[in-house]
């Protein structure tokens, strides 16, 4: 509510009111007051009709917007010389996502090739270097890693922090609000990357330099990541020290995990391979590099399957899988034996996430998780096989699926 007054007040006094209107609708979307959300969207069009950008957020919440002159309108502006690569590339995703609804499949999968190289294009640079370290230098790395100088702060072992790994879009934010929506109501960390980011901070040239095998000091790196959570004010004693952490990427570094925090334990999510693909890149996943061409999204997923794979036969005790779609059909005995898991009370409540006025969402599910939940559809991405007969000799696992 404070923020909201804040920006509400700076869309009035501020010379900046657009930023500040932004800001307000980004927020309203992320707390699920999506009809406020919609309406602040639609005023920001207004004045500036060719940020597609805020064009692709409200399509996220309803389509109903986008009639034909609409999709006509941001087509023709595509052609323009003076949109930066940014917001041709959300005006493609608007574009792909009409093609989606008319079931023209081909001009869909066209239009979303077109609209991931123009995002990847926007910053080369950037791109470029976190796609080396995601699918280059981290696979060769997580694993390799001599730990000196054990954790001398004592909380490390009282801490009990639950950390949601996996591919995107496979059940990641439904799992998060289902935990946290139990008797205890632990704290819903998101997508927080501490452990990853403080990795890279302490040993940068170490990562990025030719040798596979690197010593990481654990005391200085359990000390920092220790005071990012509690500056995320998730540490707390009245909910014995859970919290979740959802930073998909962490199935890298369960080792490093389990030496600063020995009671932690992975929830791994896990969906049919072939709809993970498609509706990774059906997304616009702004921060992540390697979700912007199939070719990635499959060495992304080869490497996933290798590590968790790995980290399954070392750690049965402390990873624990759950198939999307066995949790939409069965949701309440899934639920129990996660909570079970977790070694935390099961309540019926926890599958009433969606009613919660305090559930905050910053992904691409935010709006899922604001419903019941509801049946997996087997079959939505089946239509789209056929766009990866290119890659079907590449990986074991992909030519058995296809």
């Not at 927020?27 to 919609?38: M, Q, R």
């Not at 072992?157 to 950390?163: A, L, T």
């Not at 935010?366 to 419903?371: L, W």
Request: net charge positive.
């Amino acid at each position: 509510d404070k923020a909201i007054k804040y920006y509400l007040k700076s869309i009035v006094t501020n010379s900046l009111y657009k930023i500040a209107k932004i800001n307000l609708a980004i927020l309203y979307n992320e707390i699920g007051k999506l009809d406020e959300a919609k309406k602040t969207y639609k005023e920001i069009i207004k004045i500036d009709k060719l940020n597609f950008g805020i064009y692709f957020k409200l399509s996220n919440i309803s389509f109903d917007y986008f009639s034909e002159d609409i999709i006509k309108f941001i087509k023709d502006s595509i052609e323009k010389d003076d949109l930066s690569l940014y917001n041709k590339a959300s005006g493609y995703f608007i574009i792909a996502k009409a093609e989606r609804i008319k079931k023209k499949f081909k001009q869909e999968f066209n239009t979303l090739n077109q609209a991931h190289e123009c995002y990847y294009k926007s910053n080369i640079k950037t791109h470029s270097q976190s796609l080396l370290y995601w699918l280059d230098i981290i696979p060769k790395k997580f694993d390799k890693i001599n730990f000196i100088n054990k954790s001398s702060n004592e909380l490390c072992n009282k801490i009990n922090p639950i950390f949601i790994i996996g591919l995107p879009r496979s059940g990641s934010t439904l799992i998060e609000g289902i935990i946290s929506s139990g008797d205890l109501k632990i704290e819903n960390g998101g997508e927080t990357a501490v452990i990853n980011s403080e990795i890279i901070k302490e040993n940068r040239n170490k990562i990025f330099d030719d040798q596979n095998e690197f010593s990481v000091d654990l005391n200085n790196l359990s000390n920092n990541i220790l005071e990012r959570y509690m500056n995320l004010n998730l540490l707390k004693k009245d909910k014995k020290y859970y919290f979740t952490d959802k930073s998909l990427e962490n199935f890298f570094h369960v080792n490093t995990i389990l030496k600063i925090f020995p009671n932690a334990k992975f929830i791994n999510c896990e969906r049919d391979l072939i709809d993970s693909i498609f509706s990774i890149y059906g997304n616009f996943f702004e921060k992540m590099s390697w979700t912007h061409s199939l070719e990635n999204i499959l060495k992304y997923i080869d490497q996933y399957l290798m590590t968790i794979n790995h980290f399954k036969k070392k750690y049965p005790e402390k990873i624990y899988s759950i198939q999307l779609k066995d949790l939409t059909e069965n949701s309440l005995d899934i639920s129990k034996k996660l909570f079970h898991f977790c070694k935390l009370d099961w309540n019926k409540s926890s599958l009433e996430f969606y009613k919660r006025k305090d559930l905050i969402s910053k992904t691409a599910s935010n709006i899922q998780i604001r419903q019941e939940i509801y049946k997996y559809d087997s079959d939505k991405f089946k239509i789209y096989k056929e766009f990866l007969k290119d890659y079907k000799n590449t990986y074991s696992w992909l030519k058995k699926i296809l």
